[in-house]
């Protein structure tokens, strides 16, 4: 079985062969043939070097390495002459993604027959075919720079007070210092925003100090938007940022190098610190990462680092920390809202209202402890006192004029409309507002205001002074005798007899009879 000669090897035949002993002596001592021996030894000659006893230096073993196995290396056949002859379309068709076996075919089709092993070694010597750019170790920087962030699920809560089968899983937030690898451990259930904050937190209280620069993973929680030179930061946590003075240099996608001192932590932290632990609520877990991270991983010796991290930490890194905040952060709810038909946004479970152009339109919500915030278009827009879940917060303001009296149920302003009608409206106003409850009676003054606009203020007040007078507080009442007002017809005056002229009136003397004279008798006497 073939069996390559070690340098040391080498040098031990050439020292042995330096004293004089014969080769089937050197050989059986260093334990190769001595047809190999008599082959390193013609090649040592051919180098120049001499059985004078001197010591062997590493240079003299290198020429006759060469000597033994040139850098050119064996002889290519004709298949090697082939590739390199058809060189650049086998770099092309590689270059757009052509496998090697389809390159084969393609190149047969063309009358040249290439052996695949051949073709395949000459992709991989001189086109790097298969292989992946080489790594580059980063520098680990300054003492007290850079925490890098991960985040996985690393474990399970077991549930004894409902059923002891049941179990609920957590995942960690990791964070681990560049230079010293000291490590801190915060489980949660959530991977939100509002739990990066409170991770983040955590870790400035364990390491005693605040880091520089934070290196996260592209979790949503963080990063809005992922991407290599100008990633987007979300508004929570980029408003964090700007509050604690750190700097945020977001891994690539898919690049675990940019990240390389917490990648493998999330496995590690699950098989070491939680594999096999019987923890029953979220604290438990927090309490035995805390206790985990200090007295058993932080003692550990760092395989890379030959230190153990916590006393690399408290060496170097923890006093280049800058200090660590003194009052907690009250940590934001940011939303996205929709502006009801109503004029009001829920935010957390309670109501709160903004002007009314606003109505039908998205607007967005920043809600700490004290105070929420409503923005449109970056502008704000409008502030309101939090409240509870369930509880609302409306401005009168926020409303037309015509609504918000009744909306608020303000009383007087709408006795100030009806008394702006006229005065007998204003008393016939208060009388129907005169009860215990008198936002219950705020309709009828509204159908009060209703028949002022529809018959006039005047004829109104008329009405409203006859029907105060009869102590007639009713607004049907009221209106019946408005209506009756209108509908009935006033009543004629007198006016002097006057005789219509006859329509067909002649003169007497078209009614006379014509008359015609008597004739005379044939006896000449007198008629009768």
């Keep these: 079985m073939f069996r390559e000669v070690t340098m040391i090897e080498l040098k031990e035949v050439l020292r042995l062969w330096g004293k004089g002993l ?24 051919a180098a120049g070097l001499h059985a004078d006893g001197d010591p062997i230096s590493d240079e003299r073993v290198r020429e006759v390495l060469l000597a033994l196995h040139p850098v050119g ?16 379309a086998i770099r092309r068709w590689l270059e757009v993604g052509v496998r090697l076996t389809k390159i084969r075919k393609l190149l047969a089709r063309q009358g040249v027959r290439i052996a695949y092993p051949t073709l395949h070694r000459f992709a991989v010597l001189e086109l790097q075919f298969g292989r992946t750019a080489p790594t580059i170790p980063v520098l680990d ?101 700007q509050a604690r003075d750190l700097h945020i240099d977001a891994a690539r996608v898919r690049h675990p190098r940019d990240k390389a001192r917490v990648e493998r932590a999330v496995s590690g932290v699950r098989d ?17 990462a805390l206790q985990w991270c200090r007295e058993d991983y932080g003692w550990r010796l760092h395989s890379r680092t030959q230190r153990r991290p916590r006393e ?12 660590a905040p003194t009052t907690p952060y009250d940590i934001p709810l940011w939303s996205e809202p929709k502006v009801g038909r109503d004029q009001l946004v829920a935010v957390a479970k309670a109501l709160y209202s903004v002007p009314y152009r606003y109505v039908r339109q998205y607007v967005t919500a920043r809600a700490d402890q004290q105070i929420v915030r409503f923005y449109h278009h970056e502008a704000l827009i409008k502030t309101h006192p939090r409240q509870p879940p369930g509880g609302r917060s409306i401005d009168p303001a926020d409303y037309p004029v015509e609504r918000s009296v009744y909306a608020m149920r303000d009383v007087a302003a709408l006795q100030r409309q009806a008394t702006a009608q006229g005065e007998t409206i204003g008393r016939y106003a208060a009388a129907l507002l005169d009860s215990p409850l008198p936002w219950t009676r705020m309709r009828r003054v509204y159908a009060l205001l209703g028949l002022v606009r529809r018959y006039g203020a005047a004829r109104v007040s008329e009405a409203c002074a006859a029907a105060l007078a009869a102590d007639l507080i009713d607004v049907r009442r009221l209106q019946r005798m408005l209506e009756l007002a209108s509908t009935t017809p006033p009543a004629p005056t007198p006016s002097a007899r006057v005789l219509s002229l006859a329509r067909y009136l002649r003169p007497a003397s078209q009614y006379a009879l014509p008359l015609r004279p008597a004739a005379p008798s044939s006896e000449g006497g007198e008629s009768e």
């Design 22 to 45: 014969p080769k089937k002596r050197v050989a059986a001592q260093v334990g190769l043939d001595p047809k190999t021996v008599r082959r390193y030894l013609k090649a040592a000659t």
């Design 272 to 288: 070491d610190c939680f594999a096999g632990e019987i923890l029953t609520t979220l604290e438990d877990a927090r309490v035995h």
């Design 73 to 88: 290396g064996r002889p290519r056949g004709d298949g090697w002459t082939l590739c390199t002859e058809q060189r650049e």
């Design 312 to 323: 690399h930490f408290e060496a170097e890194e923890q006093a280049a920390l800058r200090p």
């Design 141 to 241: 920087g300054e003492a007290g720079q850079e925490l890098q962030v991960d985040t996985g699920w690393v474990g399970w809560l077991t549930l004894p007070l409902i059923d002891h089968r049941k179990r609920r899983r957590f995942r960690a937030w990791i964070f681990t210092a560049v230079r010293s690898r000291y490590r801190f451990v915060y489980p949660t259930f959530e991977e939100t925003t509002a739990r990066a904050i409170e991770a983040c937190e955590a870790a400035w209280e364990f390491f005693g100090g605040m880091f520089h620069v934070l290196i996260p993973d592209n979790t949503k929680a963080i990063i809005l938007t992922a991407d290599p030179l100008a990633p987007r930061i979300t508004p929570a946590f980029l408003e964090y940022a």
